[in-house]
């Protein structure tokens, strides 16, 4: 990549810097972002039904603009009545959560694991690669149905389940900057002064590798809201009745002919949000750190 | 090289060995072994007698290497769903798999190899532009959805091709679709950064300076080398293509051990489960020895130390 | 004359604007001859050895103006067809970095063999026979095995030696050497050194010698440029630029030469930094780090000034 990140041993970094072009913040994501966060915290308020309430009557009715439709039902309802406008606004809320306490989950056992693997060195260091490479050419979500089955499902199954699919590819990339991280002179003088390798990982690693982190945290968003969905659509998400998208395209799907918008919707949703995630994260990453492009 | 395959050989069997105990532990762990590996409706006495068959009276240890014992000679219990032994009902529907997913994989390659190495050669240009957005959306768009609009645009309203199970050359068209566009995505950017990091390199110059042709630069010179990354990575995407297959087979009925994993889900069939994703394990684990091989073969580096 | 650059404009396009690596750059080279190119990392030797050749970096380089006279052939008129025949076969180069030089994935012999078959067409005999002699040539030993090796199983004298023998396959006329030694071991550099002197002297190339040492330019050059920032601010024959540099950058560089023999790969120190080539200064490019600087030098470019017969320098204390 040549081409566009000038030769190391030339100076262009340069202050006043009028032609340094940043990538322009992707309005349009960031919006739907936004407008995602505040439909999951404001769902009650949002939502015109209660996502749950069944009436049979009212089955199976299109969106307000086609005909049969009306306003009481935005988005029509589902196969027992439900309102898919409110489902799909609840659903976001089950999207999100659950994004939230796996990518902690999971990226925080990453971000452990590779610090320790990156600062120490040598045998630790090629065991735990070589489980994060196993790992890596592993389909786990093998391992994410056998705990749903055998733990039966809920929201700390999920988490738990999407922990595995994504520590590794946490901890890999967390482990090449610590390598970098590490040979730096303020580490090796923390060693002279005789810090502790605790102290040091504390304060000198971790902060350092933070950027990466959260970089990282961005753009995992998007795949882990996939990997819930596929988990949901495949009978292993939150159970039933809460609202989860995936789920959701799963229930529709055998009524694609009659009701299109009962798979269409809730699929659309997932593919807008991940969408302006992974370009968010994109250009996350262009600001804070460059050099991730490649992962 | 023969001590780097047969270390690579021994590593799989670790792998393997690991998941067979988590899958072992799993359904010991919640203390209801007897509820996930037994028929509910198996009555009192057949209970107690499947019980004493399984060893589920016996201490952990033992019943461990029970489990291993018949895992090794190929009994890993009886479908509960199916009332036949796992093992058999797996490799029944193993070969509608195999006709699925080579093909899919192949598609994959044949799309995004060309594909990524347009992008690079002519970066910048519209090449690039189209794909790199083929690319986001296809990250962004789930499988199974596609799957499902494919069905909705191609068999509901045209009418052209047909939505599900196994049939002729047509039942692949959607199927195979769905499944490779999970992997094309990654795969063409991946190509394309390679090559990319390739034509900027010290013996592309050299190989310029020669007097070379842009066809051999970029045939002979680039392309092996670019395959590399893509090799190493290959690993990663064919545990994508076996996720993927779960995925699409169950979107599209399609008999194979994909949707066979989807029922062991929805069945709660964990004697099913259990077979189903040891013996993917092993066919994962046994494609990576290949593709080692293969990596040993491209790459000198790696054949001679 | 067998090269004879005029006026060589060369601008790259990168994300921080327009970086003017090469800006007006003259010099020539007489068959036999080497012309040392000297200065500091960035200052655009590599780009105007590429230039020669048009291989500047797709799609952000092009040269904007200027001519690259071989043999009294513009080369910078020439269709991409016409440069692939010249590329090889009259001009070739050694690059910097051998460890990256080769090809990691085929044996040496496949690509002295693929040089070769440039130059003697694709149905040539005896390929093997003759990348044997390359080897040979450039004091290789046990060529024939040499042949079937790979790149990652030699050192990196013999891999720059095999570049070497690349380069000189097909007989060029110019050759040119980006700085070819520095990323060798110290004890290895002065034989490769000769030993290029010496292949130079038997097949009479003309040379262009690309280094930041100043002495390696006293062992391996005829005359010498001096260049900065884009621009060639001093030239002339060695001995005399080595008695009385004229140019305070020239003079910068040569008091902070170090020992060959004893040095690591330390750039020469001078205090302060080349410009950044996308946003350079009005006047005299070496202005902020120059000892002898006025207002005058910060307002206007100095005109180079012809000091002997074939020594100039642009510096506006120099006095013809
Ligand atoms: N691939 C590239 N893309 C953009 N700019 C480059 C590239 N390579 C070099 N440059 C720029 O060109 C200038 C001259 O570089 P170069 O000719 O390599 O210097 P030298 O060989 O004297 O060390 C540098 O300032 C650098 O910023
Ligand atoms: S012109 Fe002025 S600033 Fe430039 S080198 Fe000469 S004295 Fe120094
Ligand atoms: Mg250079």
Redesign the pocket.
């Known amino acids: 990549m040549?081409?566009t990140t000038?030769?190391a041993d030339?100076a262009?970094v340069d202050d006043a810097a009028p032609q340094r072009e940043f990538r322009r913040l992707p309005w349009v994501s960031f919006a739907v972002i936004a407008v995602l966060a505040l439909v999951a915290v404001l769902a009650p308020l949002i939502a015109t039904h209660s996502p749950t309430e069944q009436s049979l009557p009212d089955k199976l009715r299109p969106p307000a603009w086609q005909e049969g439709g009306s306003t009481k039902h935005l988005l029509g309802t589902d196969l027992l009545g439900r309102d898919v406008f409110s489902r799909l606004v609840y659903g976001a809320r089950v999207s999100l959560t659950v994004a939230m306490f796996a990518l902690l989950s999971g990226g925080l056992i990453g971000l452990a694991i590779g610090i320790l693997a990156g600062y120490a060195g040598g045998r630790t260091d090629s065991a735990l690669m070589r489980i994060v490479d196993a790992t890596l050419t592993f389909p786990t979500i093998l391992i994410a149905l056998v705990l749903a089955v055998s733990l039966g499902a809920g929201l700390g199954t999920i988490v738990l389940a999407i922990t595995v699919i994504i520590w590794a590819r946490f901890a890999r990339v967390v482990r090449g900057e610590v390598l970098t991280v590490k040979t730096r002179d303020f580490v090796a003088l923390a060693r002279v002064h005789g810090c502790s390798h605790v102290r040091i990982m504390a304060i000198h690693i971790v902060p350092n590798v933070l950027n990466t982190f959260m970089v990282l945290m961005t753009l995992h968003i998007g795949f882990v809201i996939i990997v819930e969905a596929s988990l949901s659509f495949l009978g292993a998400g939150i159970p039933p009745p809460t609202p989860s998208w995936g789920q959701m395209v799963a229930d529709g799907r055998s009524h694609i002919a009659s009701a299109w918008w009962l798979s269409a919707l809730p699929g659309a949703a997932i593919m807008l949000v991940v969408l302006s995630f992974n370009l968010f994260g994109d250009w996350l990453r262009d600001w804070l750190d460059p050099r991730l492009r490649q992962v | 090289m023969q001590r780097f395959i047969l270390r690579r050989f021994f590593q799989s069997l670790v792998v393997l060995l690991v998941v067979a105990v988590v899958v072992f532990a799993l359904a010991r762990v919640t203390g209801n072994a007897a509820d996930l590996l037994l028929p509910e409706d198996a009555g009192r006495e057949d209970r107690e007698h499947l019980l004493k068959a399984l060893g589920l009276d016996r201490p952990m240890h033992e019943q461990l290497a029970r489990f291993l014992k018949g895992a090794l000679s190929g009994d890993l219990g009886m479908s509960i769903r199916y009332r036949k032994p796992a093992v058999e009902v797996f490799f029944e529907r193993l070969p509608n798999t195999l006709t699925l997913v080579p093909i899919a994989l192949l598609s994959a390659i044949v799309i995004s190899i060309p594909l990524g190495l347009l992008a690079a050669v002519y970066r910048g240009t519209i090449i690039d532009r189209v794909s790199g957005a083929i690319a986001v959306l296809g990250i962004a768009t789930p499988s199974f959805w596609l799957g499902i609009v494919l069905i909705y645009i191609f068999s509901i309203q045209l009418g052209w091709l047909p939505s599900a199970r196994m049939g002729g050359p047509a039942h692949y068209i959607l199927p195979t679709i769905t499944l490779a566009a999970f992997l094309v995505a990654g795969m063409m950017r991946l190509v394309r950064s390679s090559v990319l990091e390739v034509l900027n390199s010290e013996f592309v110059k050299l190989a310029r300076i020669k007097g070379l042709s842009q066809t051999v630069v970029i045939w002979k010179h680039c392309l092996r080398n670019a395959l590399i990354p893509v090799v190493t990575l290959f690993g990663v995407f064919f545990a994508l293509l076996v996720t993927g297959a779960i995925v699409t087979e169950t979107v599209f009925a399609w008999p194979g051990v994909g949707r066979l994993t989807y029922e062991a889900v929805i069945f709660r069939d964990y004697p099913l489960l259990q077979a189903v994703i040891l013996l993917k394990a092993m066919i994962v684990l046994g494609v990576n020895l290949a593709v080692d091989i293969l990596y040993a073969y491209l790459d000198p580096r790696v054949r001679y130390s | 004359m067998l090269l004879d650059v005029k006026d060589l404009h060369a601008h790259?396009r990168?994300r921080w604007g327009t970086?003017k690596?090469v800006d007006g750059v003259s010099f020539s080279i007489e068959a036999g001859e080497t012309l040392g190119l000297v200065?500091e990392?960035?200052?655009?030797?590599?780009?105007t050895a590429l230039s020669l050749l048009r291989l500047l970096?797709e799609p952000?380089g092009r040269i904007v103006n200027g001519q690259v006279l071989l043999d009294g052939e513009d080369l910078v008129a020439k269709s991409e067809r016409e440069m692939r025949r010249i590329r090889g076969r009259r001009i070739s180069m050694i690059l910097q970095d051998p460890q990256t030089s080769l090809n990691p994935v085929f044996n040496v012999g496949n690509q002295i063999v693929e040089a070769l078959r440039v130059h003697l067409g694709r149905r040539a005999n005896g390929l093997w026979k003759r990348a044997e002699e390359a080897l040979r040539r450039v004091k290789v030993a046990a060529p024939q095995e040499r042949l079937r090796s790979f790149p990652h199983q030699m050192s990196g004298g013999m891999k720059q030696r095999v570049v070497g023998a690349i380069a000189l396959a097909s007989e060029p006329k110019l050759l040119i050497a980006d700085e070819p030694t520095t990323a060798l071991d110290v004890t290895i550099q002065l034989q490769y050194l000769m030993l290029l002197k010496d292949v130079q002297a038997r097949m009479g190339l003309g040379m262009l010698f690309i280094t930041h040492d100043f002495g390696i330019v006293a062992r391996m050059c005829d005359r010498v440029a001096v260049m900065y920032a884009g621009r060639i601010v001093e030239s002339g024959p060695v001995r005399e630029i080595f008695k009385a540099p004229r140019h305070p950058y020239t003079a910068a560089l040569m008091a902070s030469v170090p020992r060959m023999e004893a040095r690591v790969h330390r750039l020469p120190s001078i205090d302060g930094q080349p410009p950044a080539?996308h946003r350079l200064p009005g006047g005299c490019r070496f202005a902020p780090r120059c000892s002898y600087v006025d207002e005058r030098c910060r307002l206007e470019y100095p005109p180079a000034v012809a000091i002997g017969r074939s020594h100039a320098a642009a510096c506006w204390k120099v006095a013809p």
Do not use: F, N, R
């Open positions: 040549a081409i000038a030769p030339v262009v | 790259l990168t970086v690596a200065g990392s960035g200052s655009g030797k590599t780009m970096p952000a080539l």
